[in-house]
């Protein structure tokens, strides 16, 4: 399956579901002062959440170009990603529980034909605040996952948000591949690093709003927030093992060692992955309607340091940085039809990078 067919499918299943079809909005959150960078699909929604009408509708659905930078020191390994693409559906104030888990495992088994004893999903276990989620539970259980699969996790893991401050948040369920690797020991479960569970969906069940001081009140309207990460559906789905092995990796990566064989230069595979990982997500930011760029504050500064830190790398193997802008031109050639802002700000990239930044 390539990426467009994934994105395709995607939006298909929940528009035949009755959901509106959004368009992604900029990396900048226009509607969310909490964050840097559109970190979720949720972000452009949050005043809907929170209980003005949307002009779609109750139900939505969409692909959300995304950066988050929590991770980046995980960047390199074989799933994690500073910029993505999450697909995402939305029940605002119209289906809750019961009809998000019975889609989602709908679409993971049937669509993506993920084999049952292959899935694993965590439920919050409830704290002093807020009670355990025996429904997600019992609605999971009752498509047939064991109890072997359903972990309980606390508020650390299994709840989401808000991504600020403040704002709406909630208890969630989130969904993982087993990659049928032996368990690294007995605790072995989707919180471990160990590489065995990969999460692919989360799906947030927005119930409550937390406030300045601390504390959540009960929002007007109960929502459904779900978020899918396209780059780990595609490897999974295509037998790969990890994000560089598909297609939105491997014309980056070819073009990276085409430079190096013609420098003679040989670096290790994990810098590899971080240039390319990296000047995607460099080329998404500068690529944005919202016309980033790099300086001492706020998005400029992230976007500064992530092309540091490539040009660190490409100083460590030995080689002039100005490939970078070749590499560049190979994401915005590749994402240019489904995201045409990437061609229409393409001329950011005719300088060079040779000046301090
Ligand atoms: N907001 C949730 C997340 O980012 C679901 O999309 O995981």
Redesign the pocket.
């Given at each position: 399956m390539t990426a467009n067919e994934l994105r395709t499918m995607y939006v298909n299943f929940f528009k035949e579901r009755g959901h509106k079809e959004i368009a992604s909005a900029s990396l900048l959150p226009e509607n969310d002062p909490t964050v840097l960078f559109t970190?979720?699909?949720?972000h452009p929604l949050v005043p809907y959440l929170l209980g003005e009408k949307h002009p779609g509708g109750k139900r939505l659905t969409d692909v959300q170009k995304?950066v988050r930078t929590e991770d980046i020191d995980e960047v390199g390994d074989d799933t994690h990603c500073t910029f993505f693409e999450?697909m995402?559906n939305w029940s605002l104030g119209d289906y809750f529980k019961q009809e998000s888990i019975s889609m989602s495992f709908d679409f993971l088994t049937n669509y993506l034909h993920i084999p049952l004893e292959r899935l694993a999903v965590t439920v919050f276990e409830g704290d002093e605040l807020v009670s355990a989620d025996v429904e997600a539970e019992e609605i999971w259980k009752s498509f047939g996952l064991k109890s072997d699969q359903i972990f309980r996790y606390g508020r650390d893991n299994n709840w989401?948000?808000p991504?600020g401050q403040t704002g709406p948040c909630g208890p969630?369920t989130?969904i993982f591949y087993d990659m049928d690797k032996p368990k690294c020991g007995p605790n072995c479960g989707p919180s471990c690093k160990c590489g065995k569970y990969v999460e692919i969906w989360?799906?947030?069940f927005m119930q409550f709003n937390k406030e300045a001081d601390g504390t959540f009140t009960e929002l007007k309207q109960k929502n459904v927030?779900?978020?899918?990460g396209l780059e780990r559906v595609l490897t999974i789905f295509n037998g790969k093992t990890n994000v560089y092995d598909t297609e939105l990796f491997i014309p980056i990566m070819q073009t990276l060692e085409e430079i190096l064989e013609k420098e003679g230069k040989a670096i290790p595979e994990r810098d590899k992955r971080i240039i390319c990982e990296h000047t995607r997500a460099i080329t998404f930011i500068l690529g944005d309607p919202m016309k980033i760029s790099p300086s001492n504050t706020e998005q400029g500064y992230i976007l500064r340091r992530l092309i540091r830190r490539i040009i660190r790398l490409f100083k460590k193997a030995d080689i002039n940085a100005n490939y970078l802008c070749e590499l560049s031109v190979v994401i915005i050639e590749q994402y240019g039809l489904v995201y045409p802002e990437l061609e229409e700000n393409r001329r950011v990239y005719s300088g060079t990078v040779t000046k301090r930044i």
């Open positions: 970190t979720a699909g949720m995304c999450m995402g989401w948000g991504a969630d989130e989360n799906n947030v927030d779900t978020g899918m």
